[in-house]
């Protein structure tokens, strides 16, 4: 019998796209895919948010302000919850960040989610527990001003329940402890290898963290593993130009975790935690990603360049259909309301 799907999961877009392709084409692919995936019963779609061209990556991300782009898609759809991820905190005041999360979540009735962070390449002038500083000042600010506990008030009105929709991204120790202090969730990204983010879940429990944890996924799925590598094999490589060598990749490699030069795709796609396959085979390693991280929320990125769109579409269709529900975090959930 199959399992009933019970945790909530989302789809992340970063809305990345390759340099040939126009903007208007990039972002007209995305919400047909979108309108595909509230059809499919996903419960919400993440948006990145992405500043500056960089013409020697092979893609760059369309939308660099999210809230916009969410208030066009929660018109159109019926039911997919729309979120920022993440709104950059570092590009506008914390009053603007605040009076855009305000009138979005009323133009939404509240179907909407807030992810928050400082920015991988934003203020690159300055080290990481200065950024890391200055993402906590900037949220406590947020935070106050949605709270009307810093004024001049702000229209519209916040409603109260917008506190409990942020998730805040986190990597450091100190600004997990803050989140875990404030009651704010926490998020982790589509990256950075499980055993990596492993650690800032427990810090966050170990903290007193309440909210919810939040991991996500690149996922590509076909009915074998044959046809999923065939499929993906031009975006793989596409991706593996932009991830590695750099970013999270970098700091593992200088840490011992990974080698500096992997040899084979399959390798390749471990570090850049790129999980192909088919769907037993993704079942296992979403699996392995949740007991290895402890989230309590996972969503997948279905969407990269190089995809093809119609198999974009069957992927979506297949994590709905045939890994979603024989999840294990699905099936200790349904377990659980049965009992």
């Known amino acids: ?65 999210s809230e916009i782009f969410l208030a066009h898609i929660a018109a159109r759809t019926k039911r997919i919850r729309v979120g920022t991820g993440v709104r950059v905190l570092s590009t506008t005041s914390a009053q603007r960040a605040a009076e855009e999360m305000s009138l979005l979540h009323l133009l939404t009735d509240g179907r909407v989610e807030f992810g928050v962070g400082l920015g991988a390449n934003q203020l690159v002038e300055e080290d990481r527990a200065t950024k890391a500083a200055r993402f906590r000042a900037l949220l406590d600010e947020l935070l106050g001003i949605l709270a009307g506990e810093i004024g001049p008030a702000i229209s519209p ?45 427990s810090r966050y429990r170990a903290s007193g ?52 030069a992997p040899q084979t795709d399959a390798e390749k796609r471990r570090l850049a935690s790129f ?13 392995a990603y949740v007991e290895t991280t402890g989230v309590d929320q996972l969503d997948v990125m279905v969407q990269i360049p190089g995809l093809a769109t119609e198999d974009v579409r069957r992927s979506m269709a297949l994590v709905q259909q045939e890994v979603r529900p024989f999840l294990a975090i699905n099936r200790n959930a349904a377990a659980r309301s049965v009992a």
Do not use: C
């Open 157 to 201: 009105n916040p409603d109260p329940s917008i506190r409990s929709t942020i998730f805040a991204a986190a990597r450091d120790e100190g600004t997990i402890d803050h989140l875990a202090a404030n009651g704010i969730n926490l998020v982790v990204g589509q990256a950075e290898m499980p055993h990596v983010q492993a650690p800032y879940i």
């Open 209 to 260: 963290g309440k909210g919810r944890t939040r991991g996500v996924r690149l996922v590509f799925v076909a009915p074998t593993r044959a046809e999923a590598l065939e499929r993906s094999a031009a975006a793989a490589q596409s991706y593996f130009r932009l991830m590695l060598g750099k970013g999270y990749h970098k700091q593992a490699v200088e840490s011992g975790a990974a080698p500096a």
């Open 1 to 65: 019998m199959q399992a009933v799907a019970t945790v909530p999961m989302g789809i992340m877009n970063q809305m990345w796209a390759a340099n040939d392709v126009s903007d208007r084409d990039a972002i007209r692919t995305a919400i047909d895919e979108i309108d595909h995936a509230d059809r499919l019963g996903f419960d919400s779609v993440w948006i990145g948010e992405h500043h500056h061209v960089r013409p020697d990556n092979p893609f760059y991300g369309r939308i660099p302000a």
């Open 275 to 287: 999980i192909v396959g088919s769907p037993e085979e993704v079942v296992a390693e979403l699996d």
